[in-house]
Every structure is written in structure tokens, then in C-alpha cells.
């Protein structure tokens, strides 16, 4: 008998996105299931179901494909971008699998993403349940203050609700500025810049050098590596039965 999962996993296997965001594309109306448009959330379907993304049948993806990127300034974090610029997929070369960002960094934003097409992956690396730490680099205005770092440790107010604790050490004193070594396991919108612009201090400068134990190593601005066994099971551990690249 075929399993029966839900659709917007079922896209997530097929490296459509990930699963999160299929629920979005369901909600928007772009999903057919045997010709039946689907909106809400809930359908269940298995491998004999006709599925349509935008009228085009997907199917499930037999490699799952696993890439470290060190993320230049000026791209952005999506598979396409209505605005015309330039996405971080336009520097990943040679690879056929349909891949996409598992979370996102700002257009200015540099350092460590991961791309996947691996649906499963990308929900539970992102899902706030799981309080995955990521440490960035920012260079901010000023110097701030012990009062200021304990603040931002403890947490700031941002839409109402205050921000998890988070590890906040000074690293370098310039003249104008200075950098802070910041850790946190939130996901928020713009987070880091927004709690250094609400205590005072804007954010000149943003990279984030690590996503849980895994960091970007030696890696310059641009280039990518697919991620090797080690350090996927650093992220999430094998999936038993999945053929995973670990090319070179």
C-alpha cells in the first residue's frame, strides 16, 4: 500500500521548497492534485498522485543534494527574485537537482547558507522548536556598552516580544565601530540588525560563520562545496536508504 503524506511535505520531497514554504504555495493557489486545484492544508496524497507546481508535474528527487555557500554581498537568498537580481543559485554551477536556500540571509549579508533540496532538512533546521544557534560577525557603530551587552544577552523588545537569550561578546575595537561575536538560535526577520539598531548600534557589516557545529571553514566569498557525510550528520545525521551527493 503507498504512503499517504501530507502535500506540503510531498513538495518538500520533490525539492520544490521547503515545507514551510509549500504551505505558501498551496495557500496561493498554485497547486494541482490529479487536476483538482488544492488551497488548504491538510491533503493527503502518495507517489500514484498526479502533483502540479504551476502546471508541472513533480515528482520526488532520488539524490538529496547538500551545498555550503560563504554567501556574497549583493545576491539574494531566494531561487528567483521578482525584482531582477541576482540570486545565490546564479553561483552554483554544474548541479542538475532542483536546490533552494534552507533560510535566508539579506541582500548586504555575507557568510554560511546551506542549499538542499532536501525538504525534511530544511524544515527542521529552520523550525524554532529546534533552537538551532547561529553565529554571526557584525561590526556595529560605536562601542557598546556593558549595560548595552547585557542587554542584548538577556533580550530586546522587537514586535512586542522580547528576543531568547543570546551570547554577545566584543571581539574588536576599531575606531568608529566595533565587532561583536553573536550567537542566537531565533529565526526572526532581520534579528541581528534589528537588535543592534534598537539598542543604538546599527550593524555596518553582517556574516555569519556557522549554522549549529558546522562553519564555513576555509571557504572565500562565492564559492560552495557540497557538504560531506560528516558534516551533514553535524546538521541532521544520514537518512537510511537515501542516496546522498557527497561529491567533490
Given at each position: 500500500m503507498e504512503e499517504k503524506i501530507r502535500l506540503q511535505k510531498y513538495i518538500a520531497q520533490c525539492g520544490i521548497a521547503s515545507r514551510r514554504h509549500a504551505e505558501e504555495i498551496i495557500k496561493a493557489g498554485r497547486v494541482r492534485v490529479n487536476g483538482a486545484k488544492i488551497t488548504e492544508m491538510g491533503t493527503l496524497v502518495t507517489d500514484k498522485d498526479k502533483v502540479e507546481v504551476d502546471g508541472k508535474r513533480i515528482k520526488k528527487e532520488k539524490r538529496l543534494i547538500y551545498i555550503m555557500l560563504n554567501k556574497p554581498s549583493g545576491y539574494v537568498s531566494t531561487a528567483s527574485d521578482p525584482e531582477g537580481r541576482r540570486t545565490v543559485l546564479d553561483l552554483i554551477e554544474?548541479?542538475?537537482?532542483?536546490?533552494?536556500?534552507?533560510?535566508?540571509?539579506?541582500?548586504?549579508?555575507?557568510?554560511?547558507?546551506?542549499?538542499?533540496n532536501d525538504g525534511d532538512f530544511a524544515y527542521s533546521s529552520t523550525h524554532p522548536g529546534k533552537e538551532t544557534k547561529k553565529t554571526y560577525i557584525a561590526e556595529v557603530l560605536g562601542l557598546p556598552s556593558n549595560k548595552t551587552l547585557r542587554t542584548l544577552r538577556k533580550g530586546v523588545?522587537?514586535?512586542?516580544?522580547?528576543?531568547?537569550?543570546?551570547?554577545?561578546?566584543?571581539?574588536?575595537?576599531?575606531?568608529?565601530?566595533?565587532?561583536?561575536?553573536?550567537?542566537?538560535?531565533?529565526?526572526?526577520?532581520?534579528?541581528?540588525?534589528?537588535?543592534?539598531?534598537?539598542?543604538?548600534?546599527?550593524?555596518?557589516?553582517?556574516?555569519?560563520?556557522?549554522?549549529?557545529?558546522?562553519?564555513?571553514?576555509?571557504?572565500?566569498?562565492g564559492e560552495w562545496k557540497y557538504l560531506s557525510q560528516q558534516e551533514i550528520k553535524l546538521v541532521r545525521g544520514n537518512r537510511n536508504g537515501t542516496q546522498i551527493s557527497t561529491k567533490k
Open positions: 554544474g548541479v542538475e537537482e532542483r536546490i533552494y536556500p534552507v533560510g535566508r540571509l539579506d541582500y548586504d549579508t555575507t557568510g554560511l547558507l546551506i542549499l538542499t523588545i522587537l514586535d512586542g516580544k522580547a528576543t531568547s537569550p543570546a551570547d554577545v561578546e566584543v571581539v574588536e575595537i576599531k575606531d568608529k565601530s566595533s565587532v561583536l561575536k553573536i550567537i542566537i538560535h531565533e529565526g526572526r526577520n532581520r534579528q541581528v540588525k534589528r537588535m543592534c539598531e534598537t539598542v543604538g548600534h546599527p550593524v555596518l557589516k553582517l556574516k555569519r560563520t556557522a549554522i549549529g557545529k558546522l562553519t564555513l571553514g576555509n571557504l572565500k566569498p
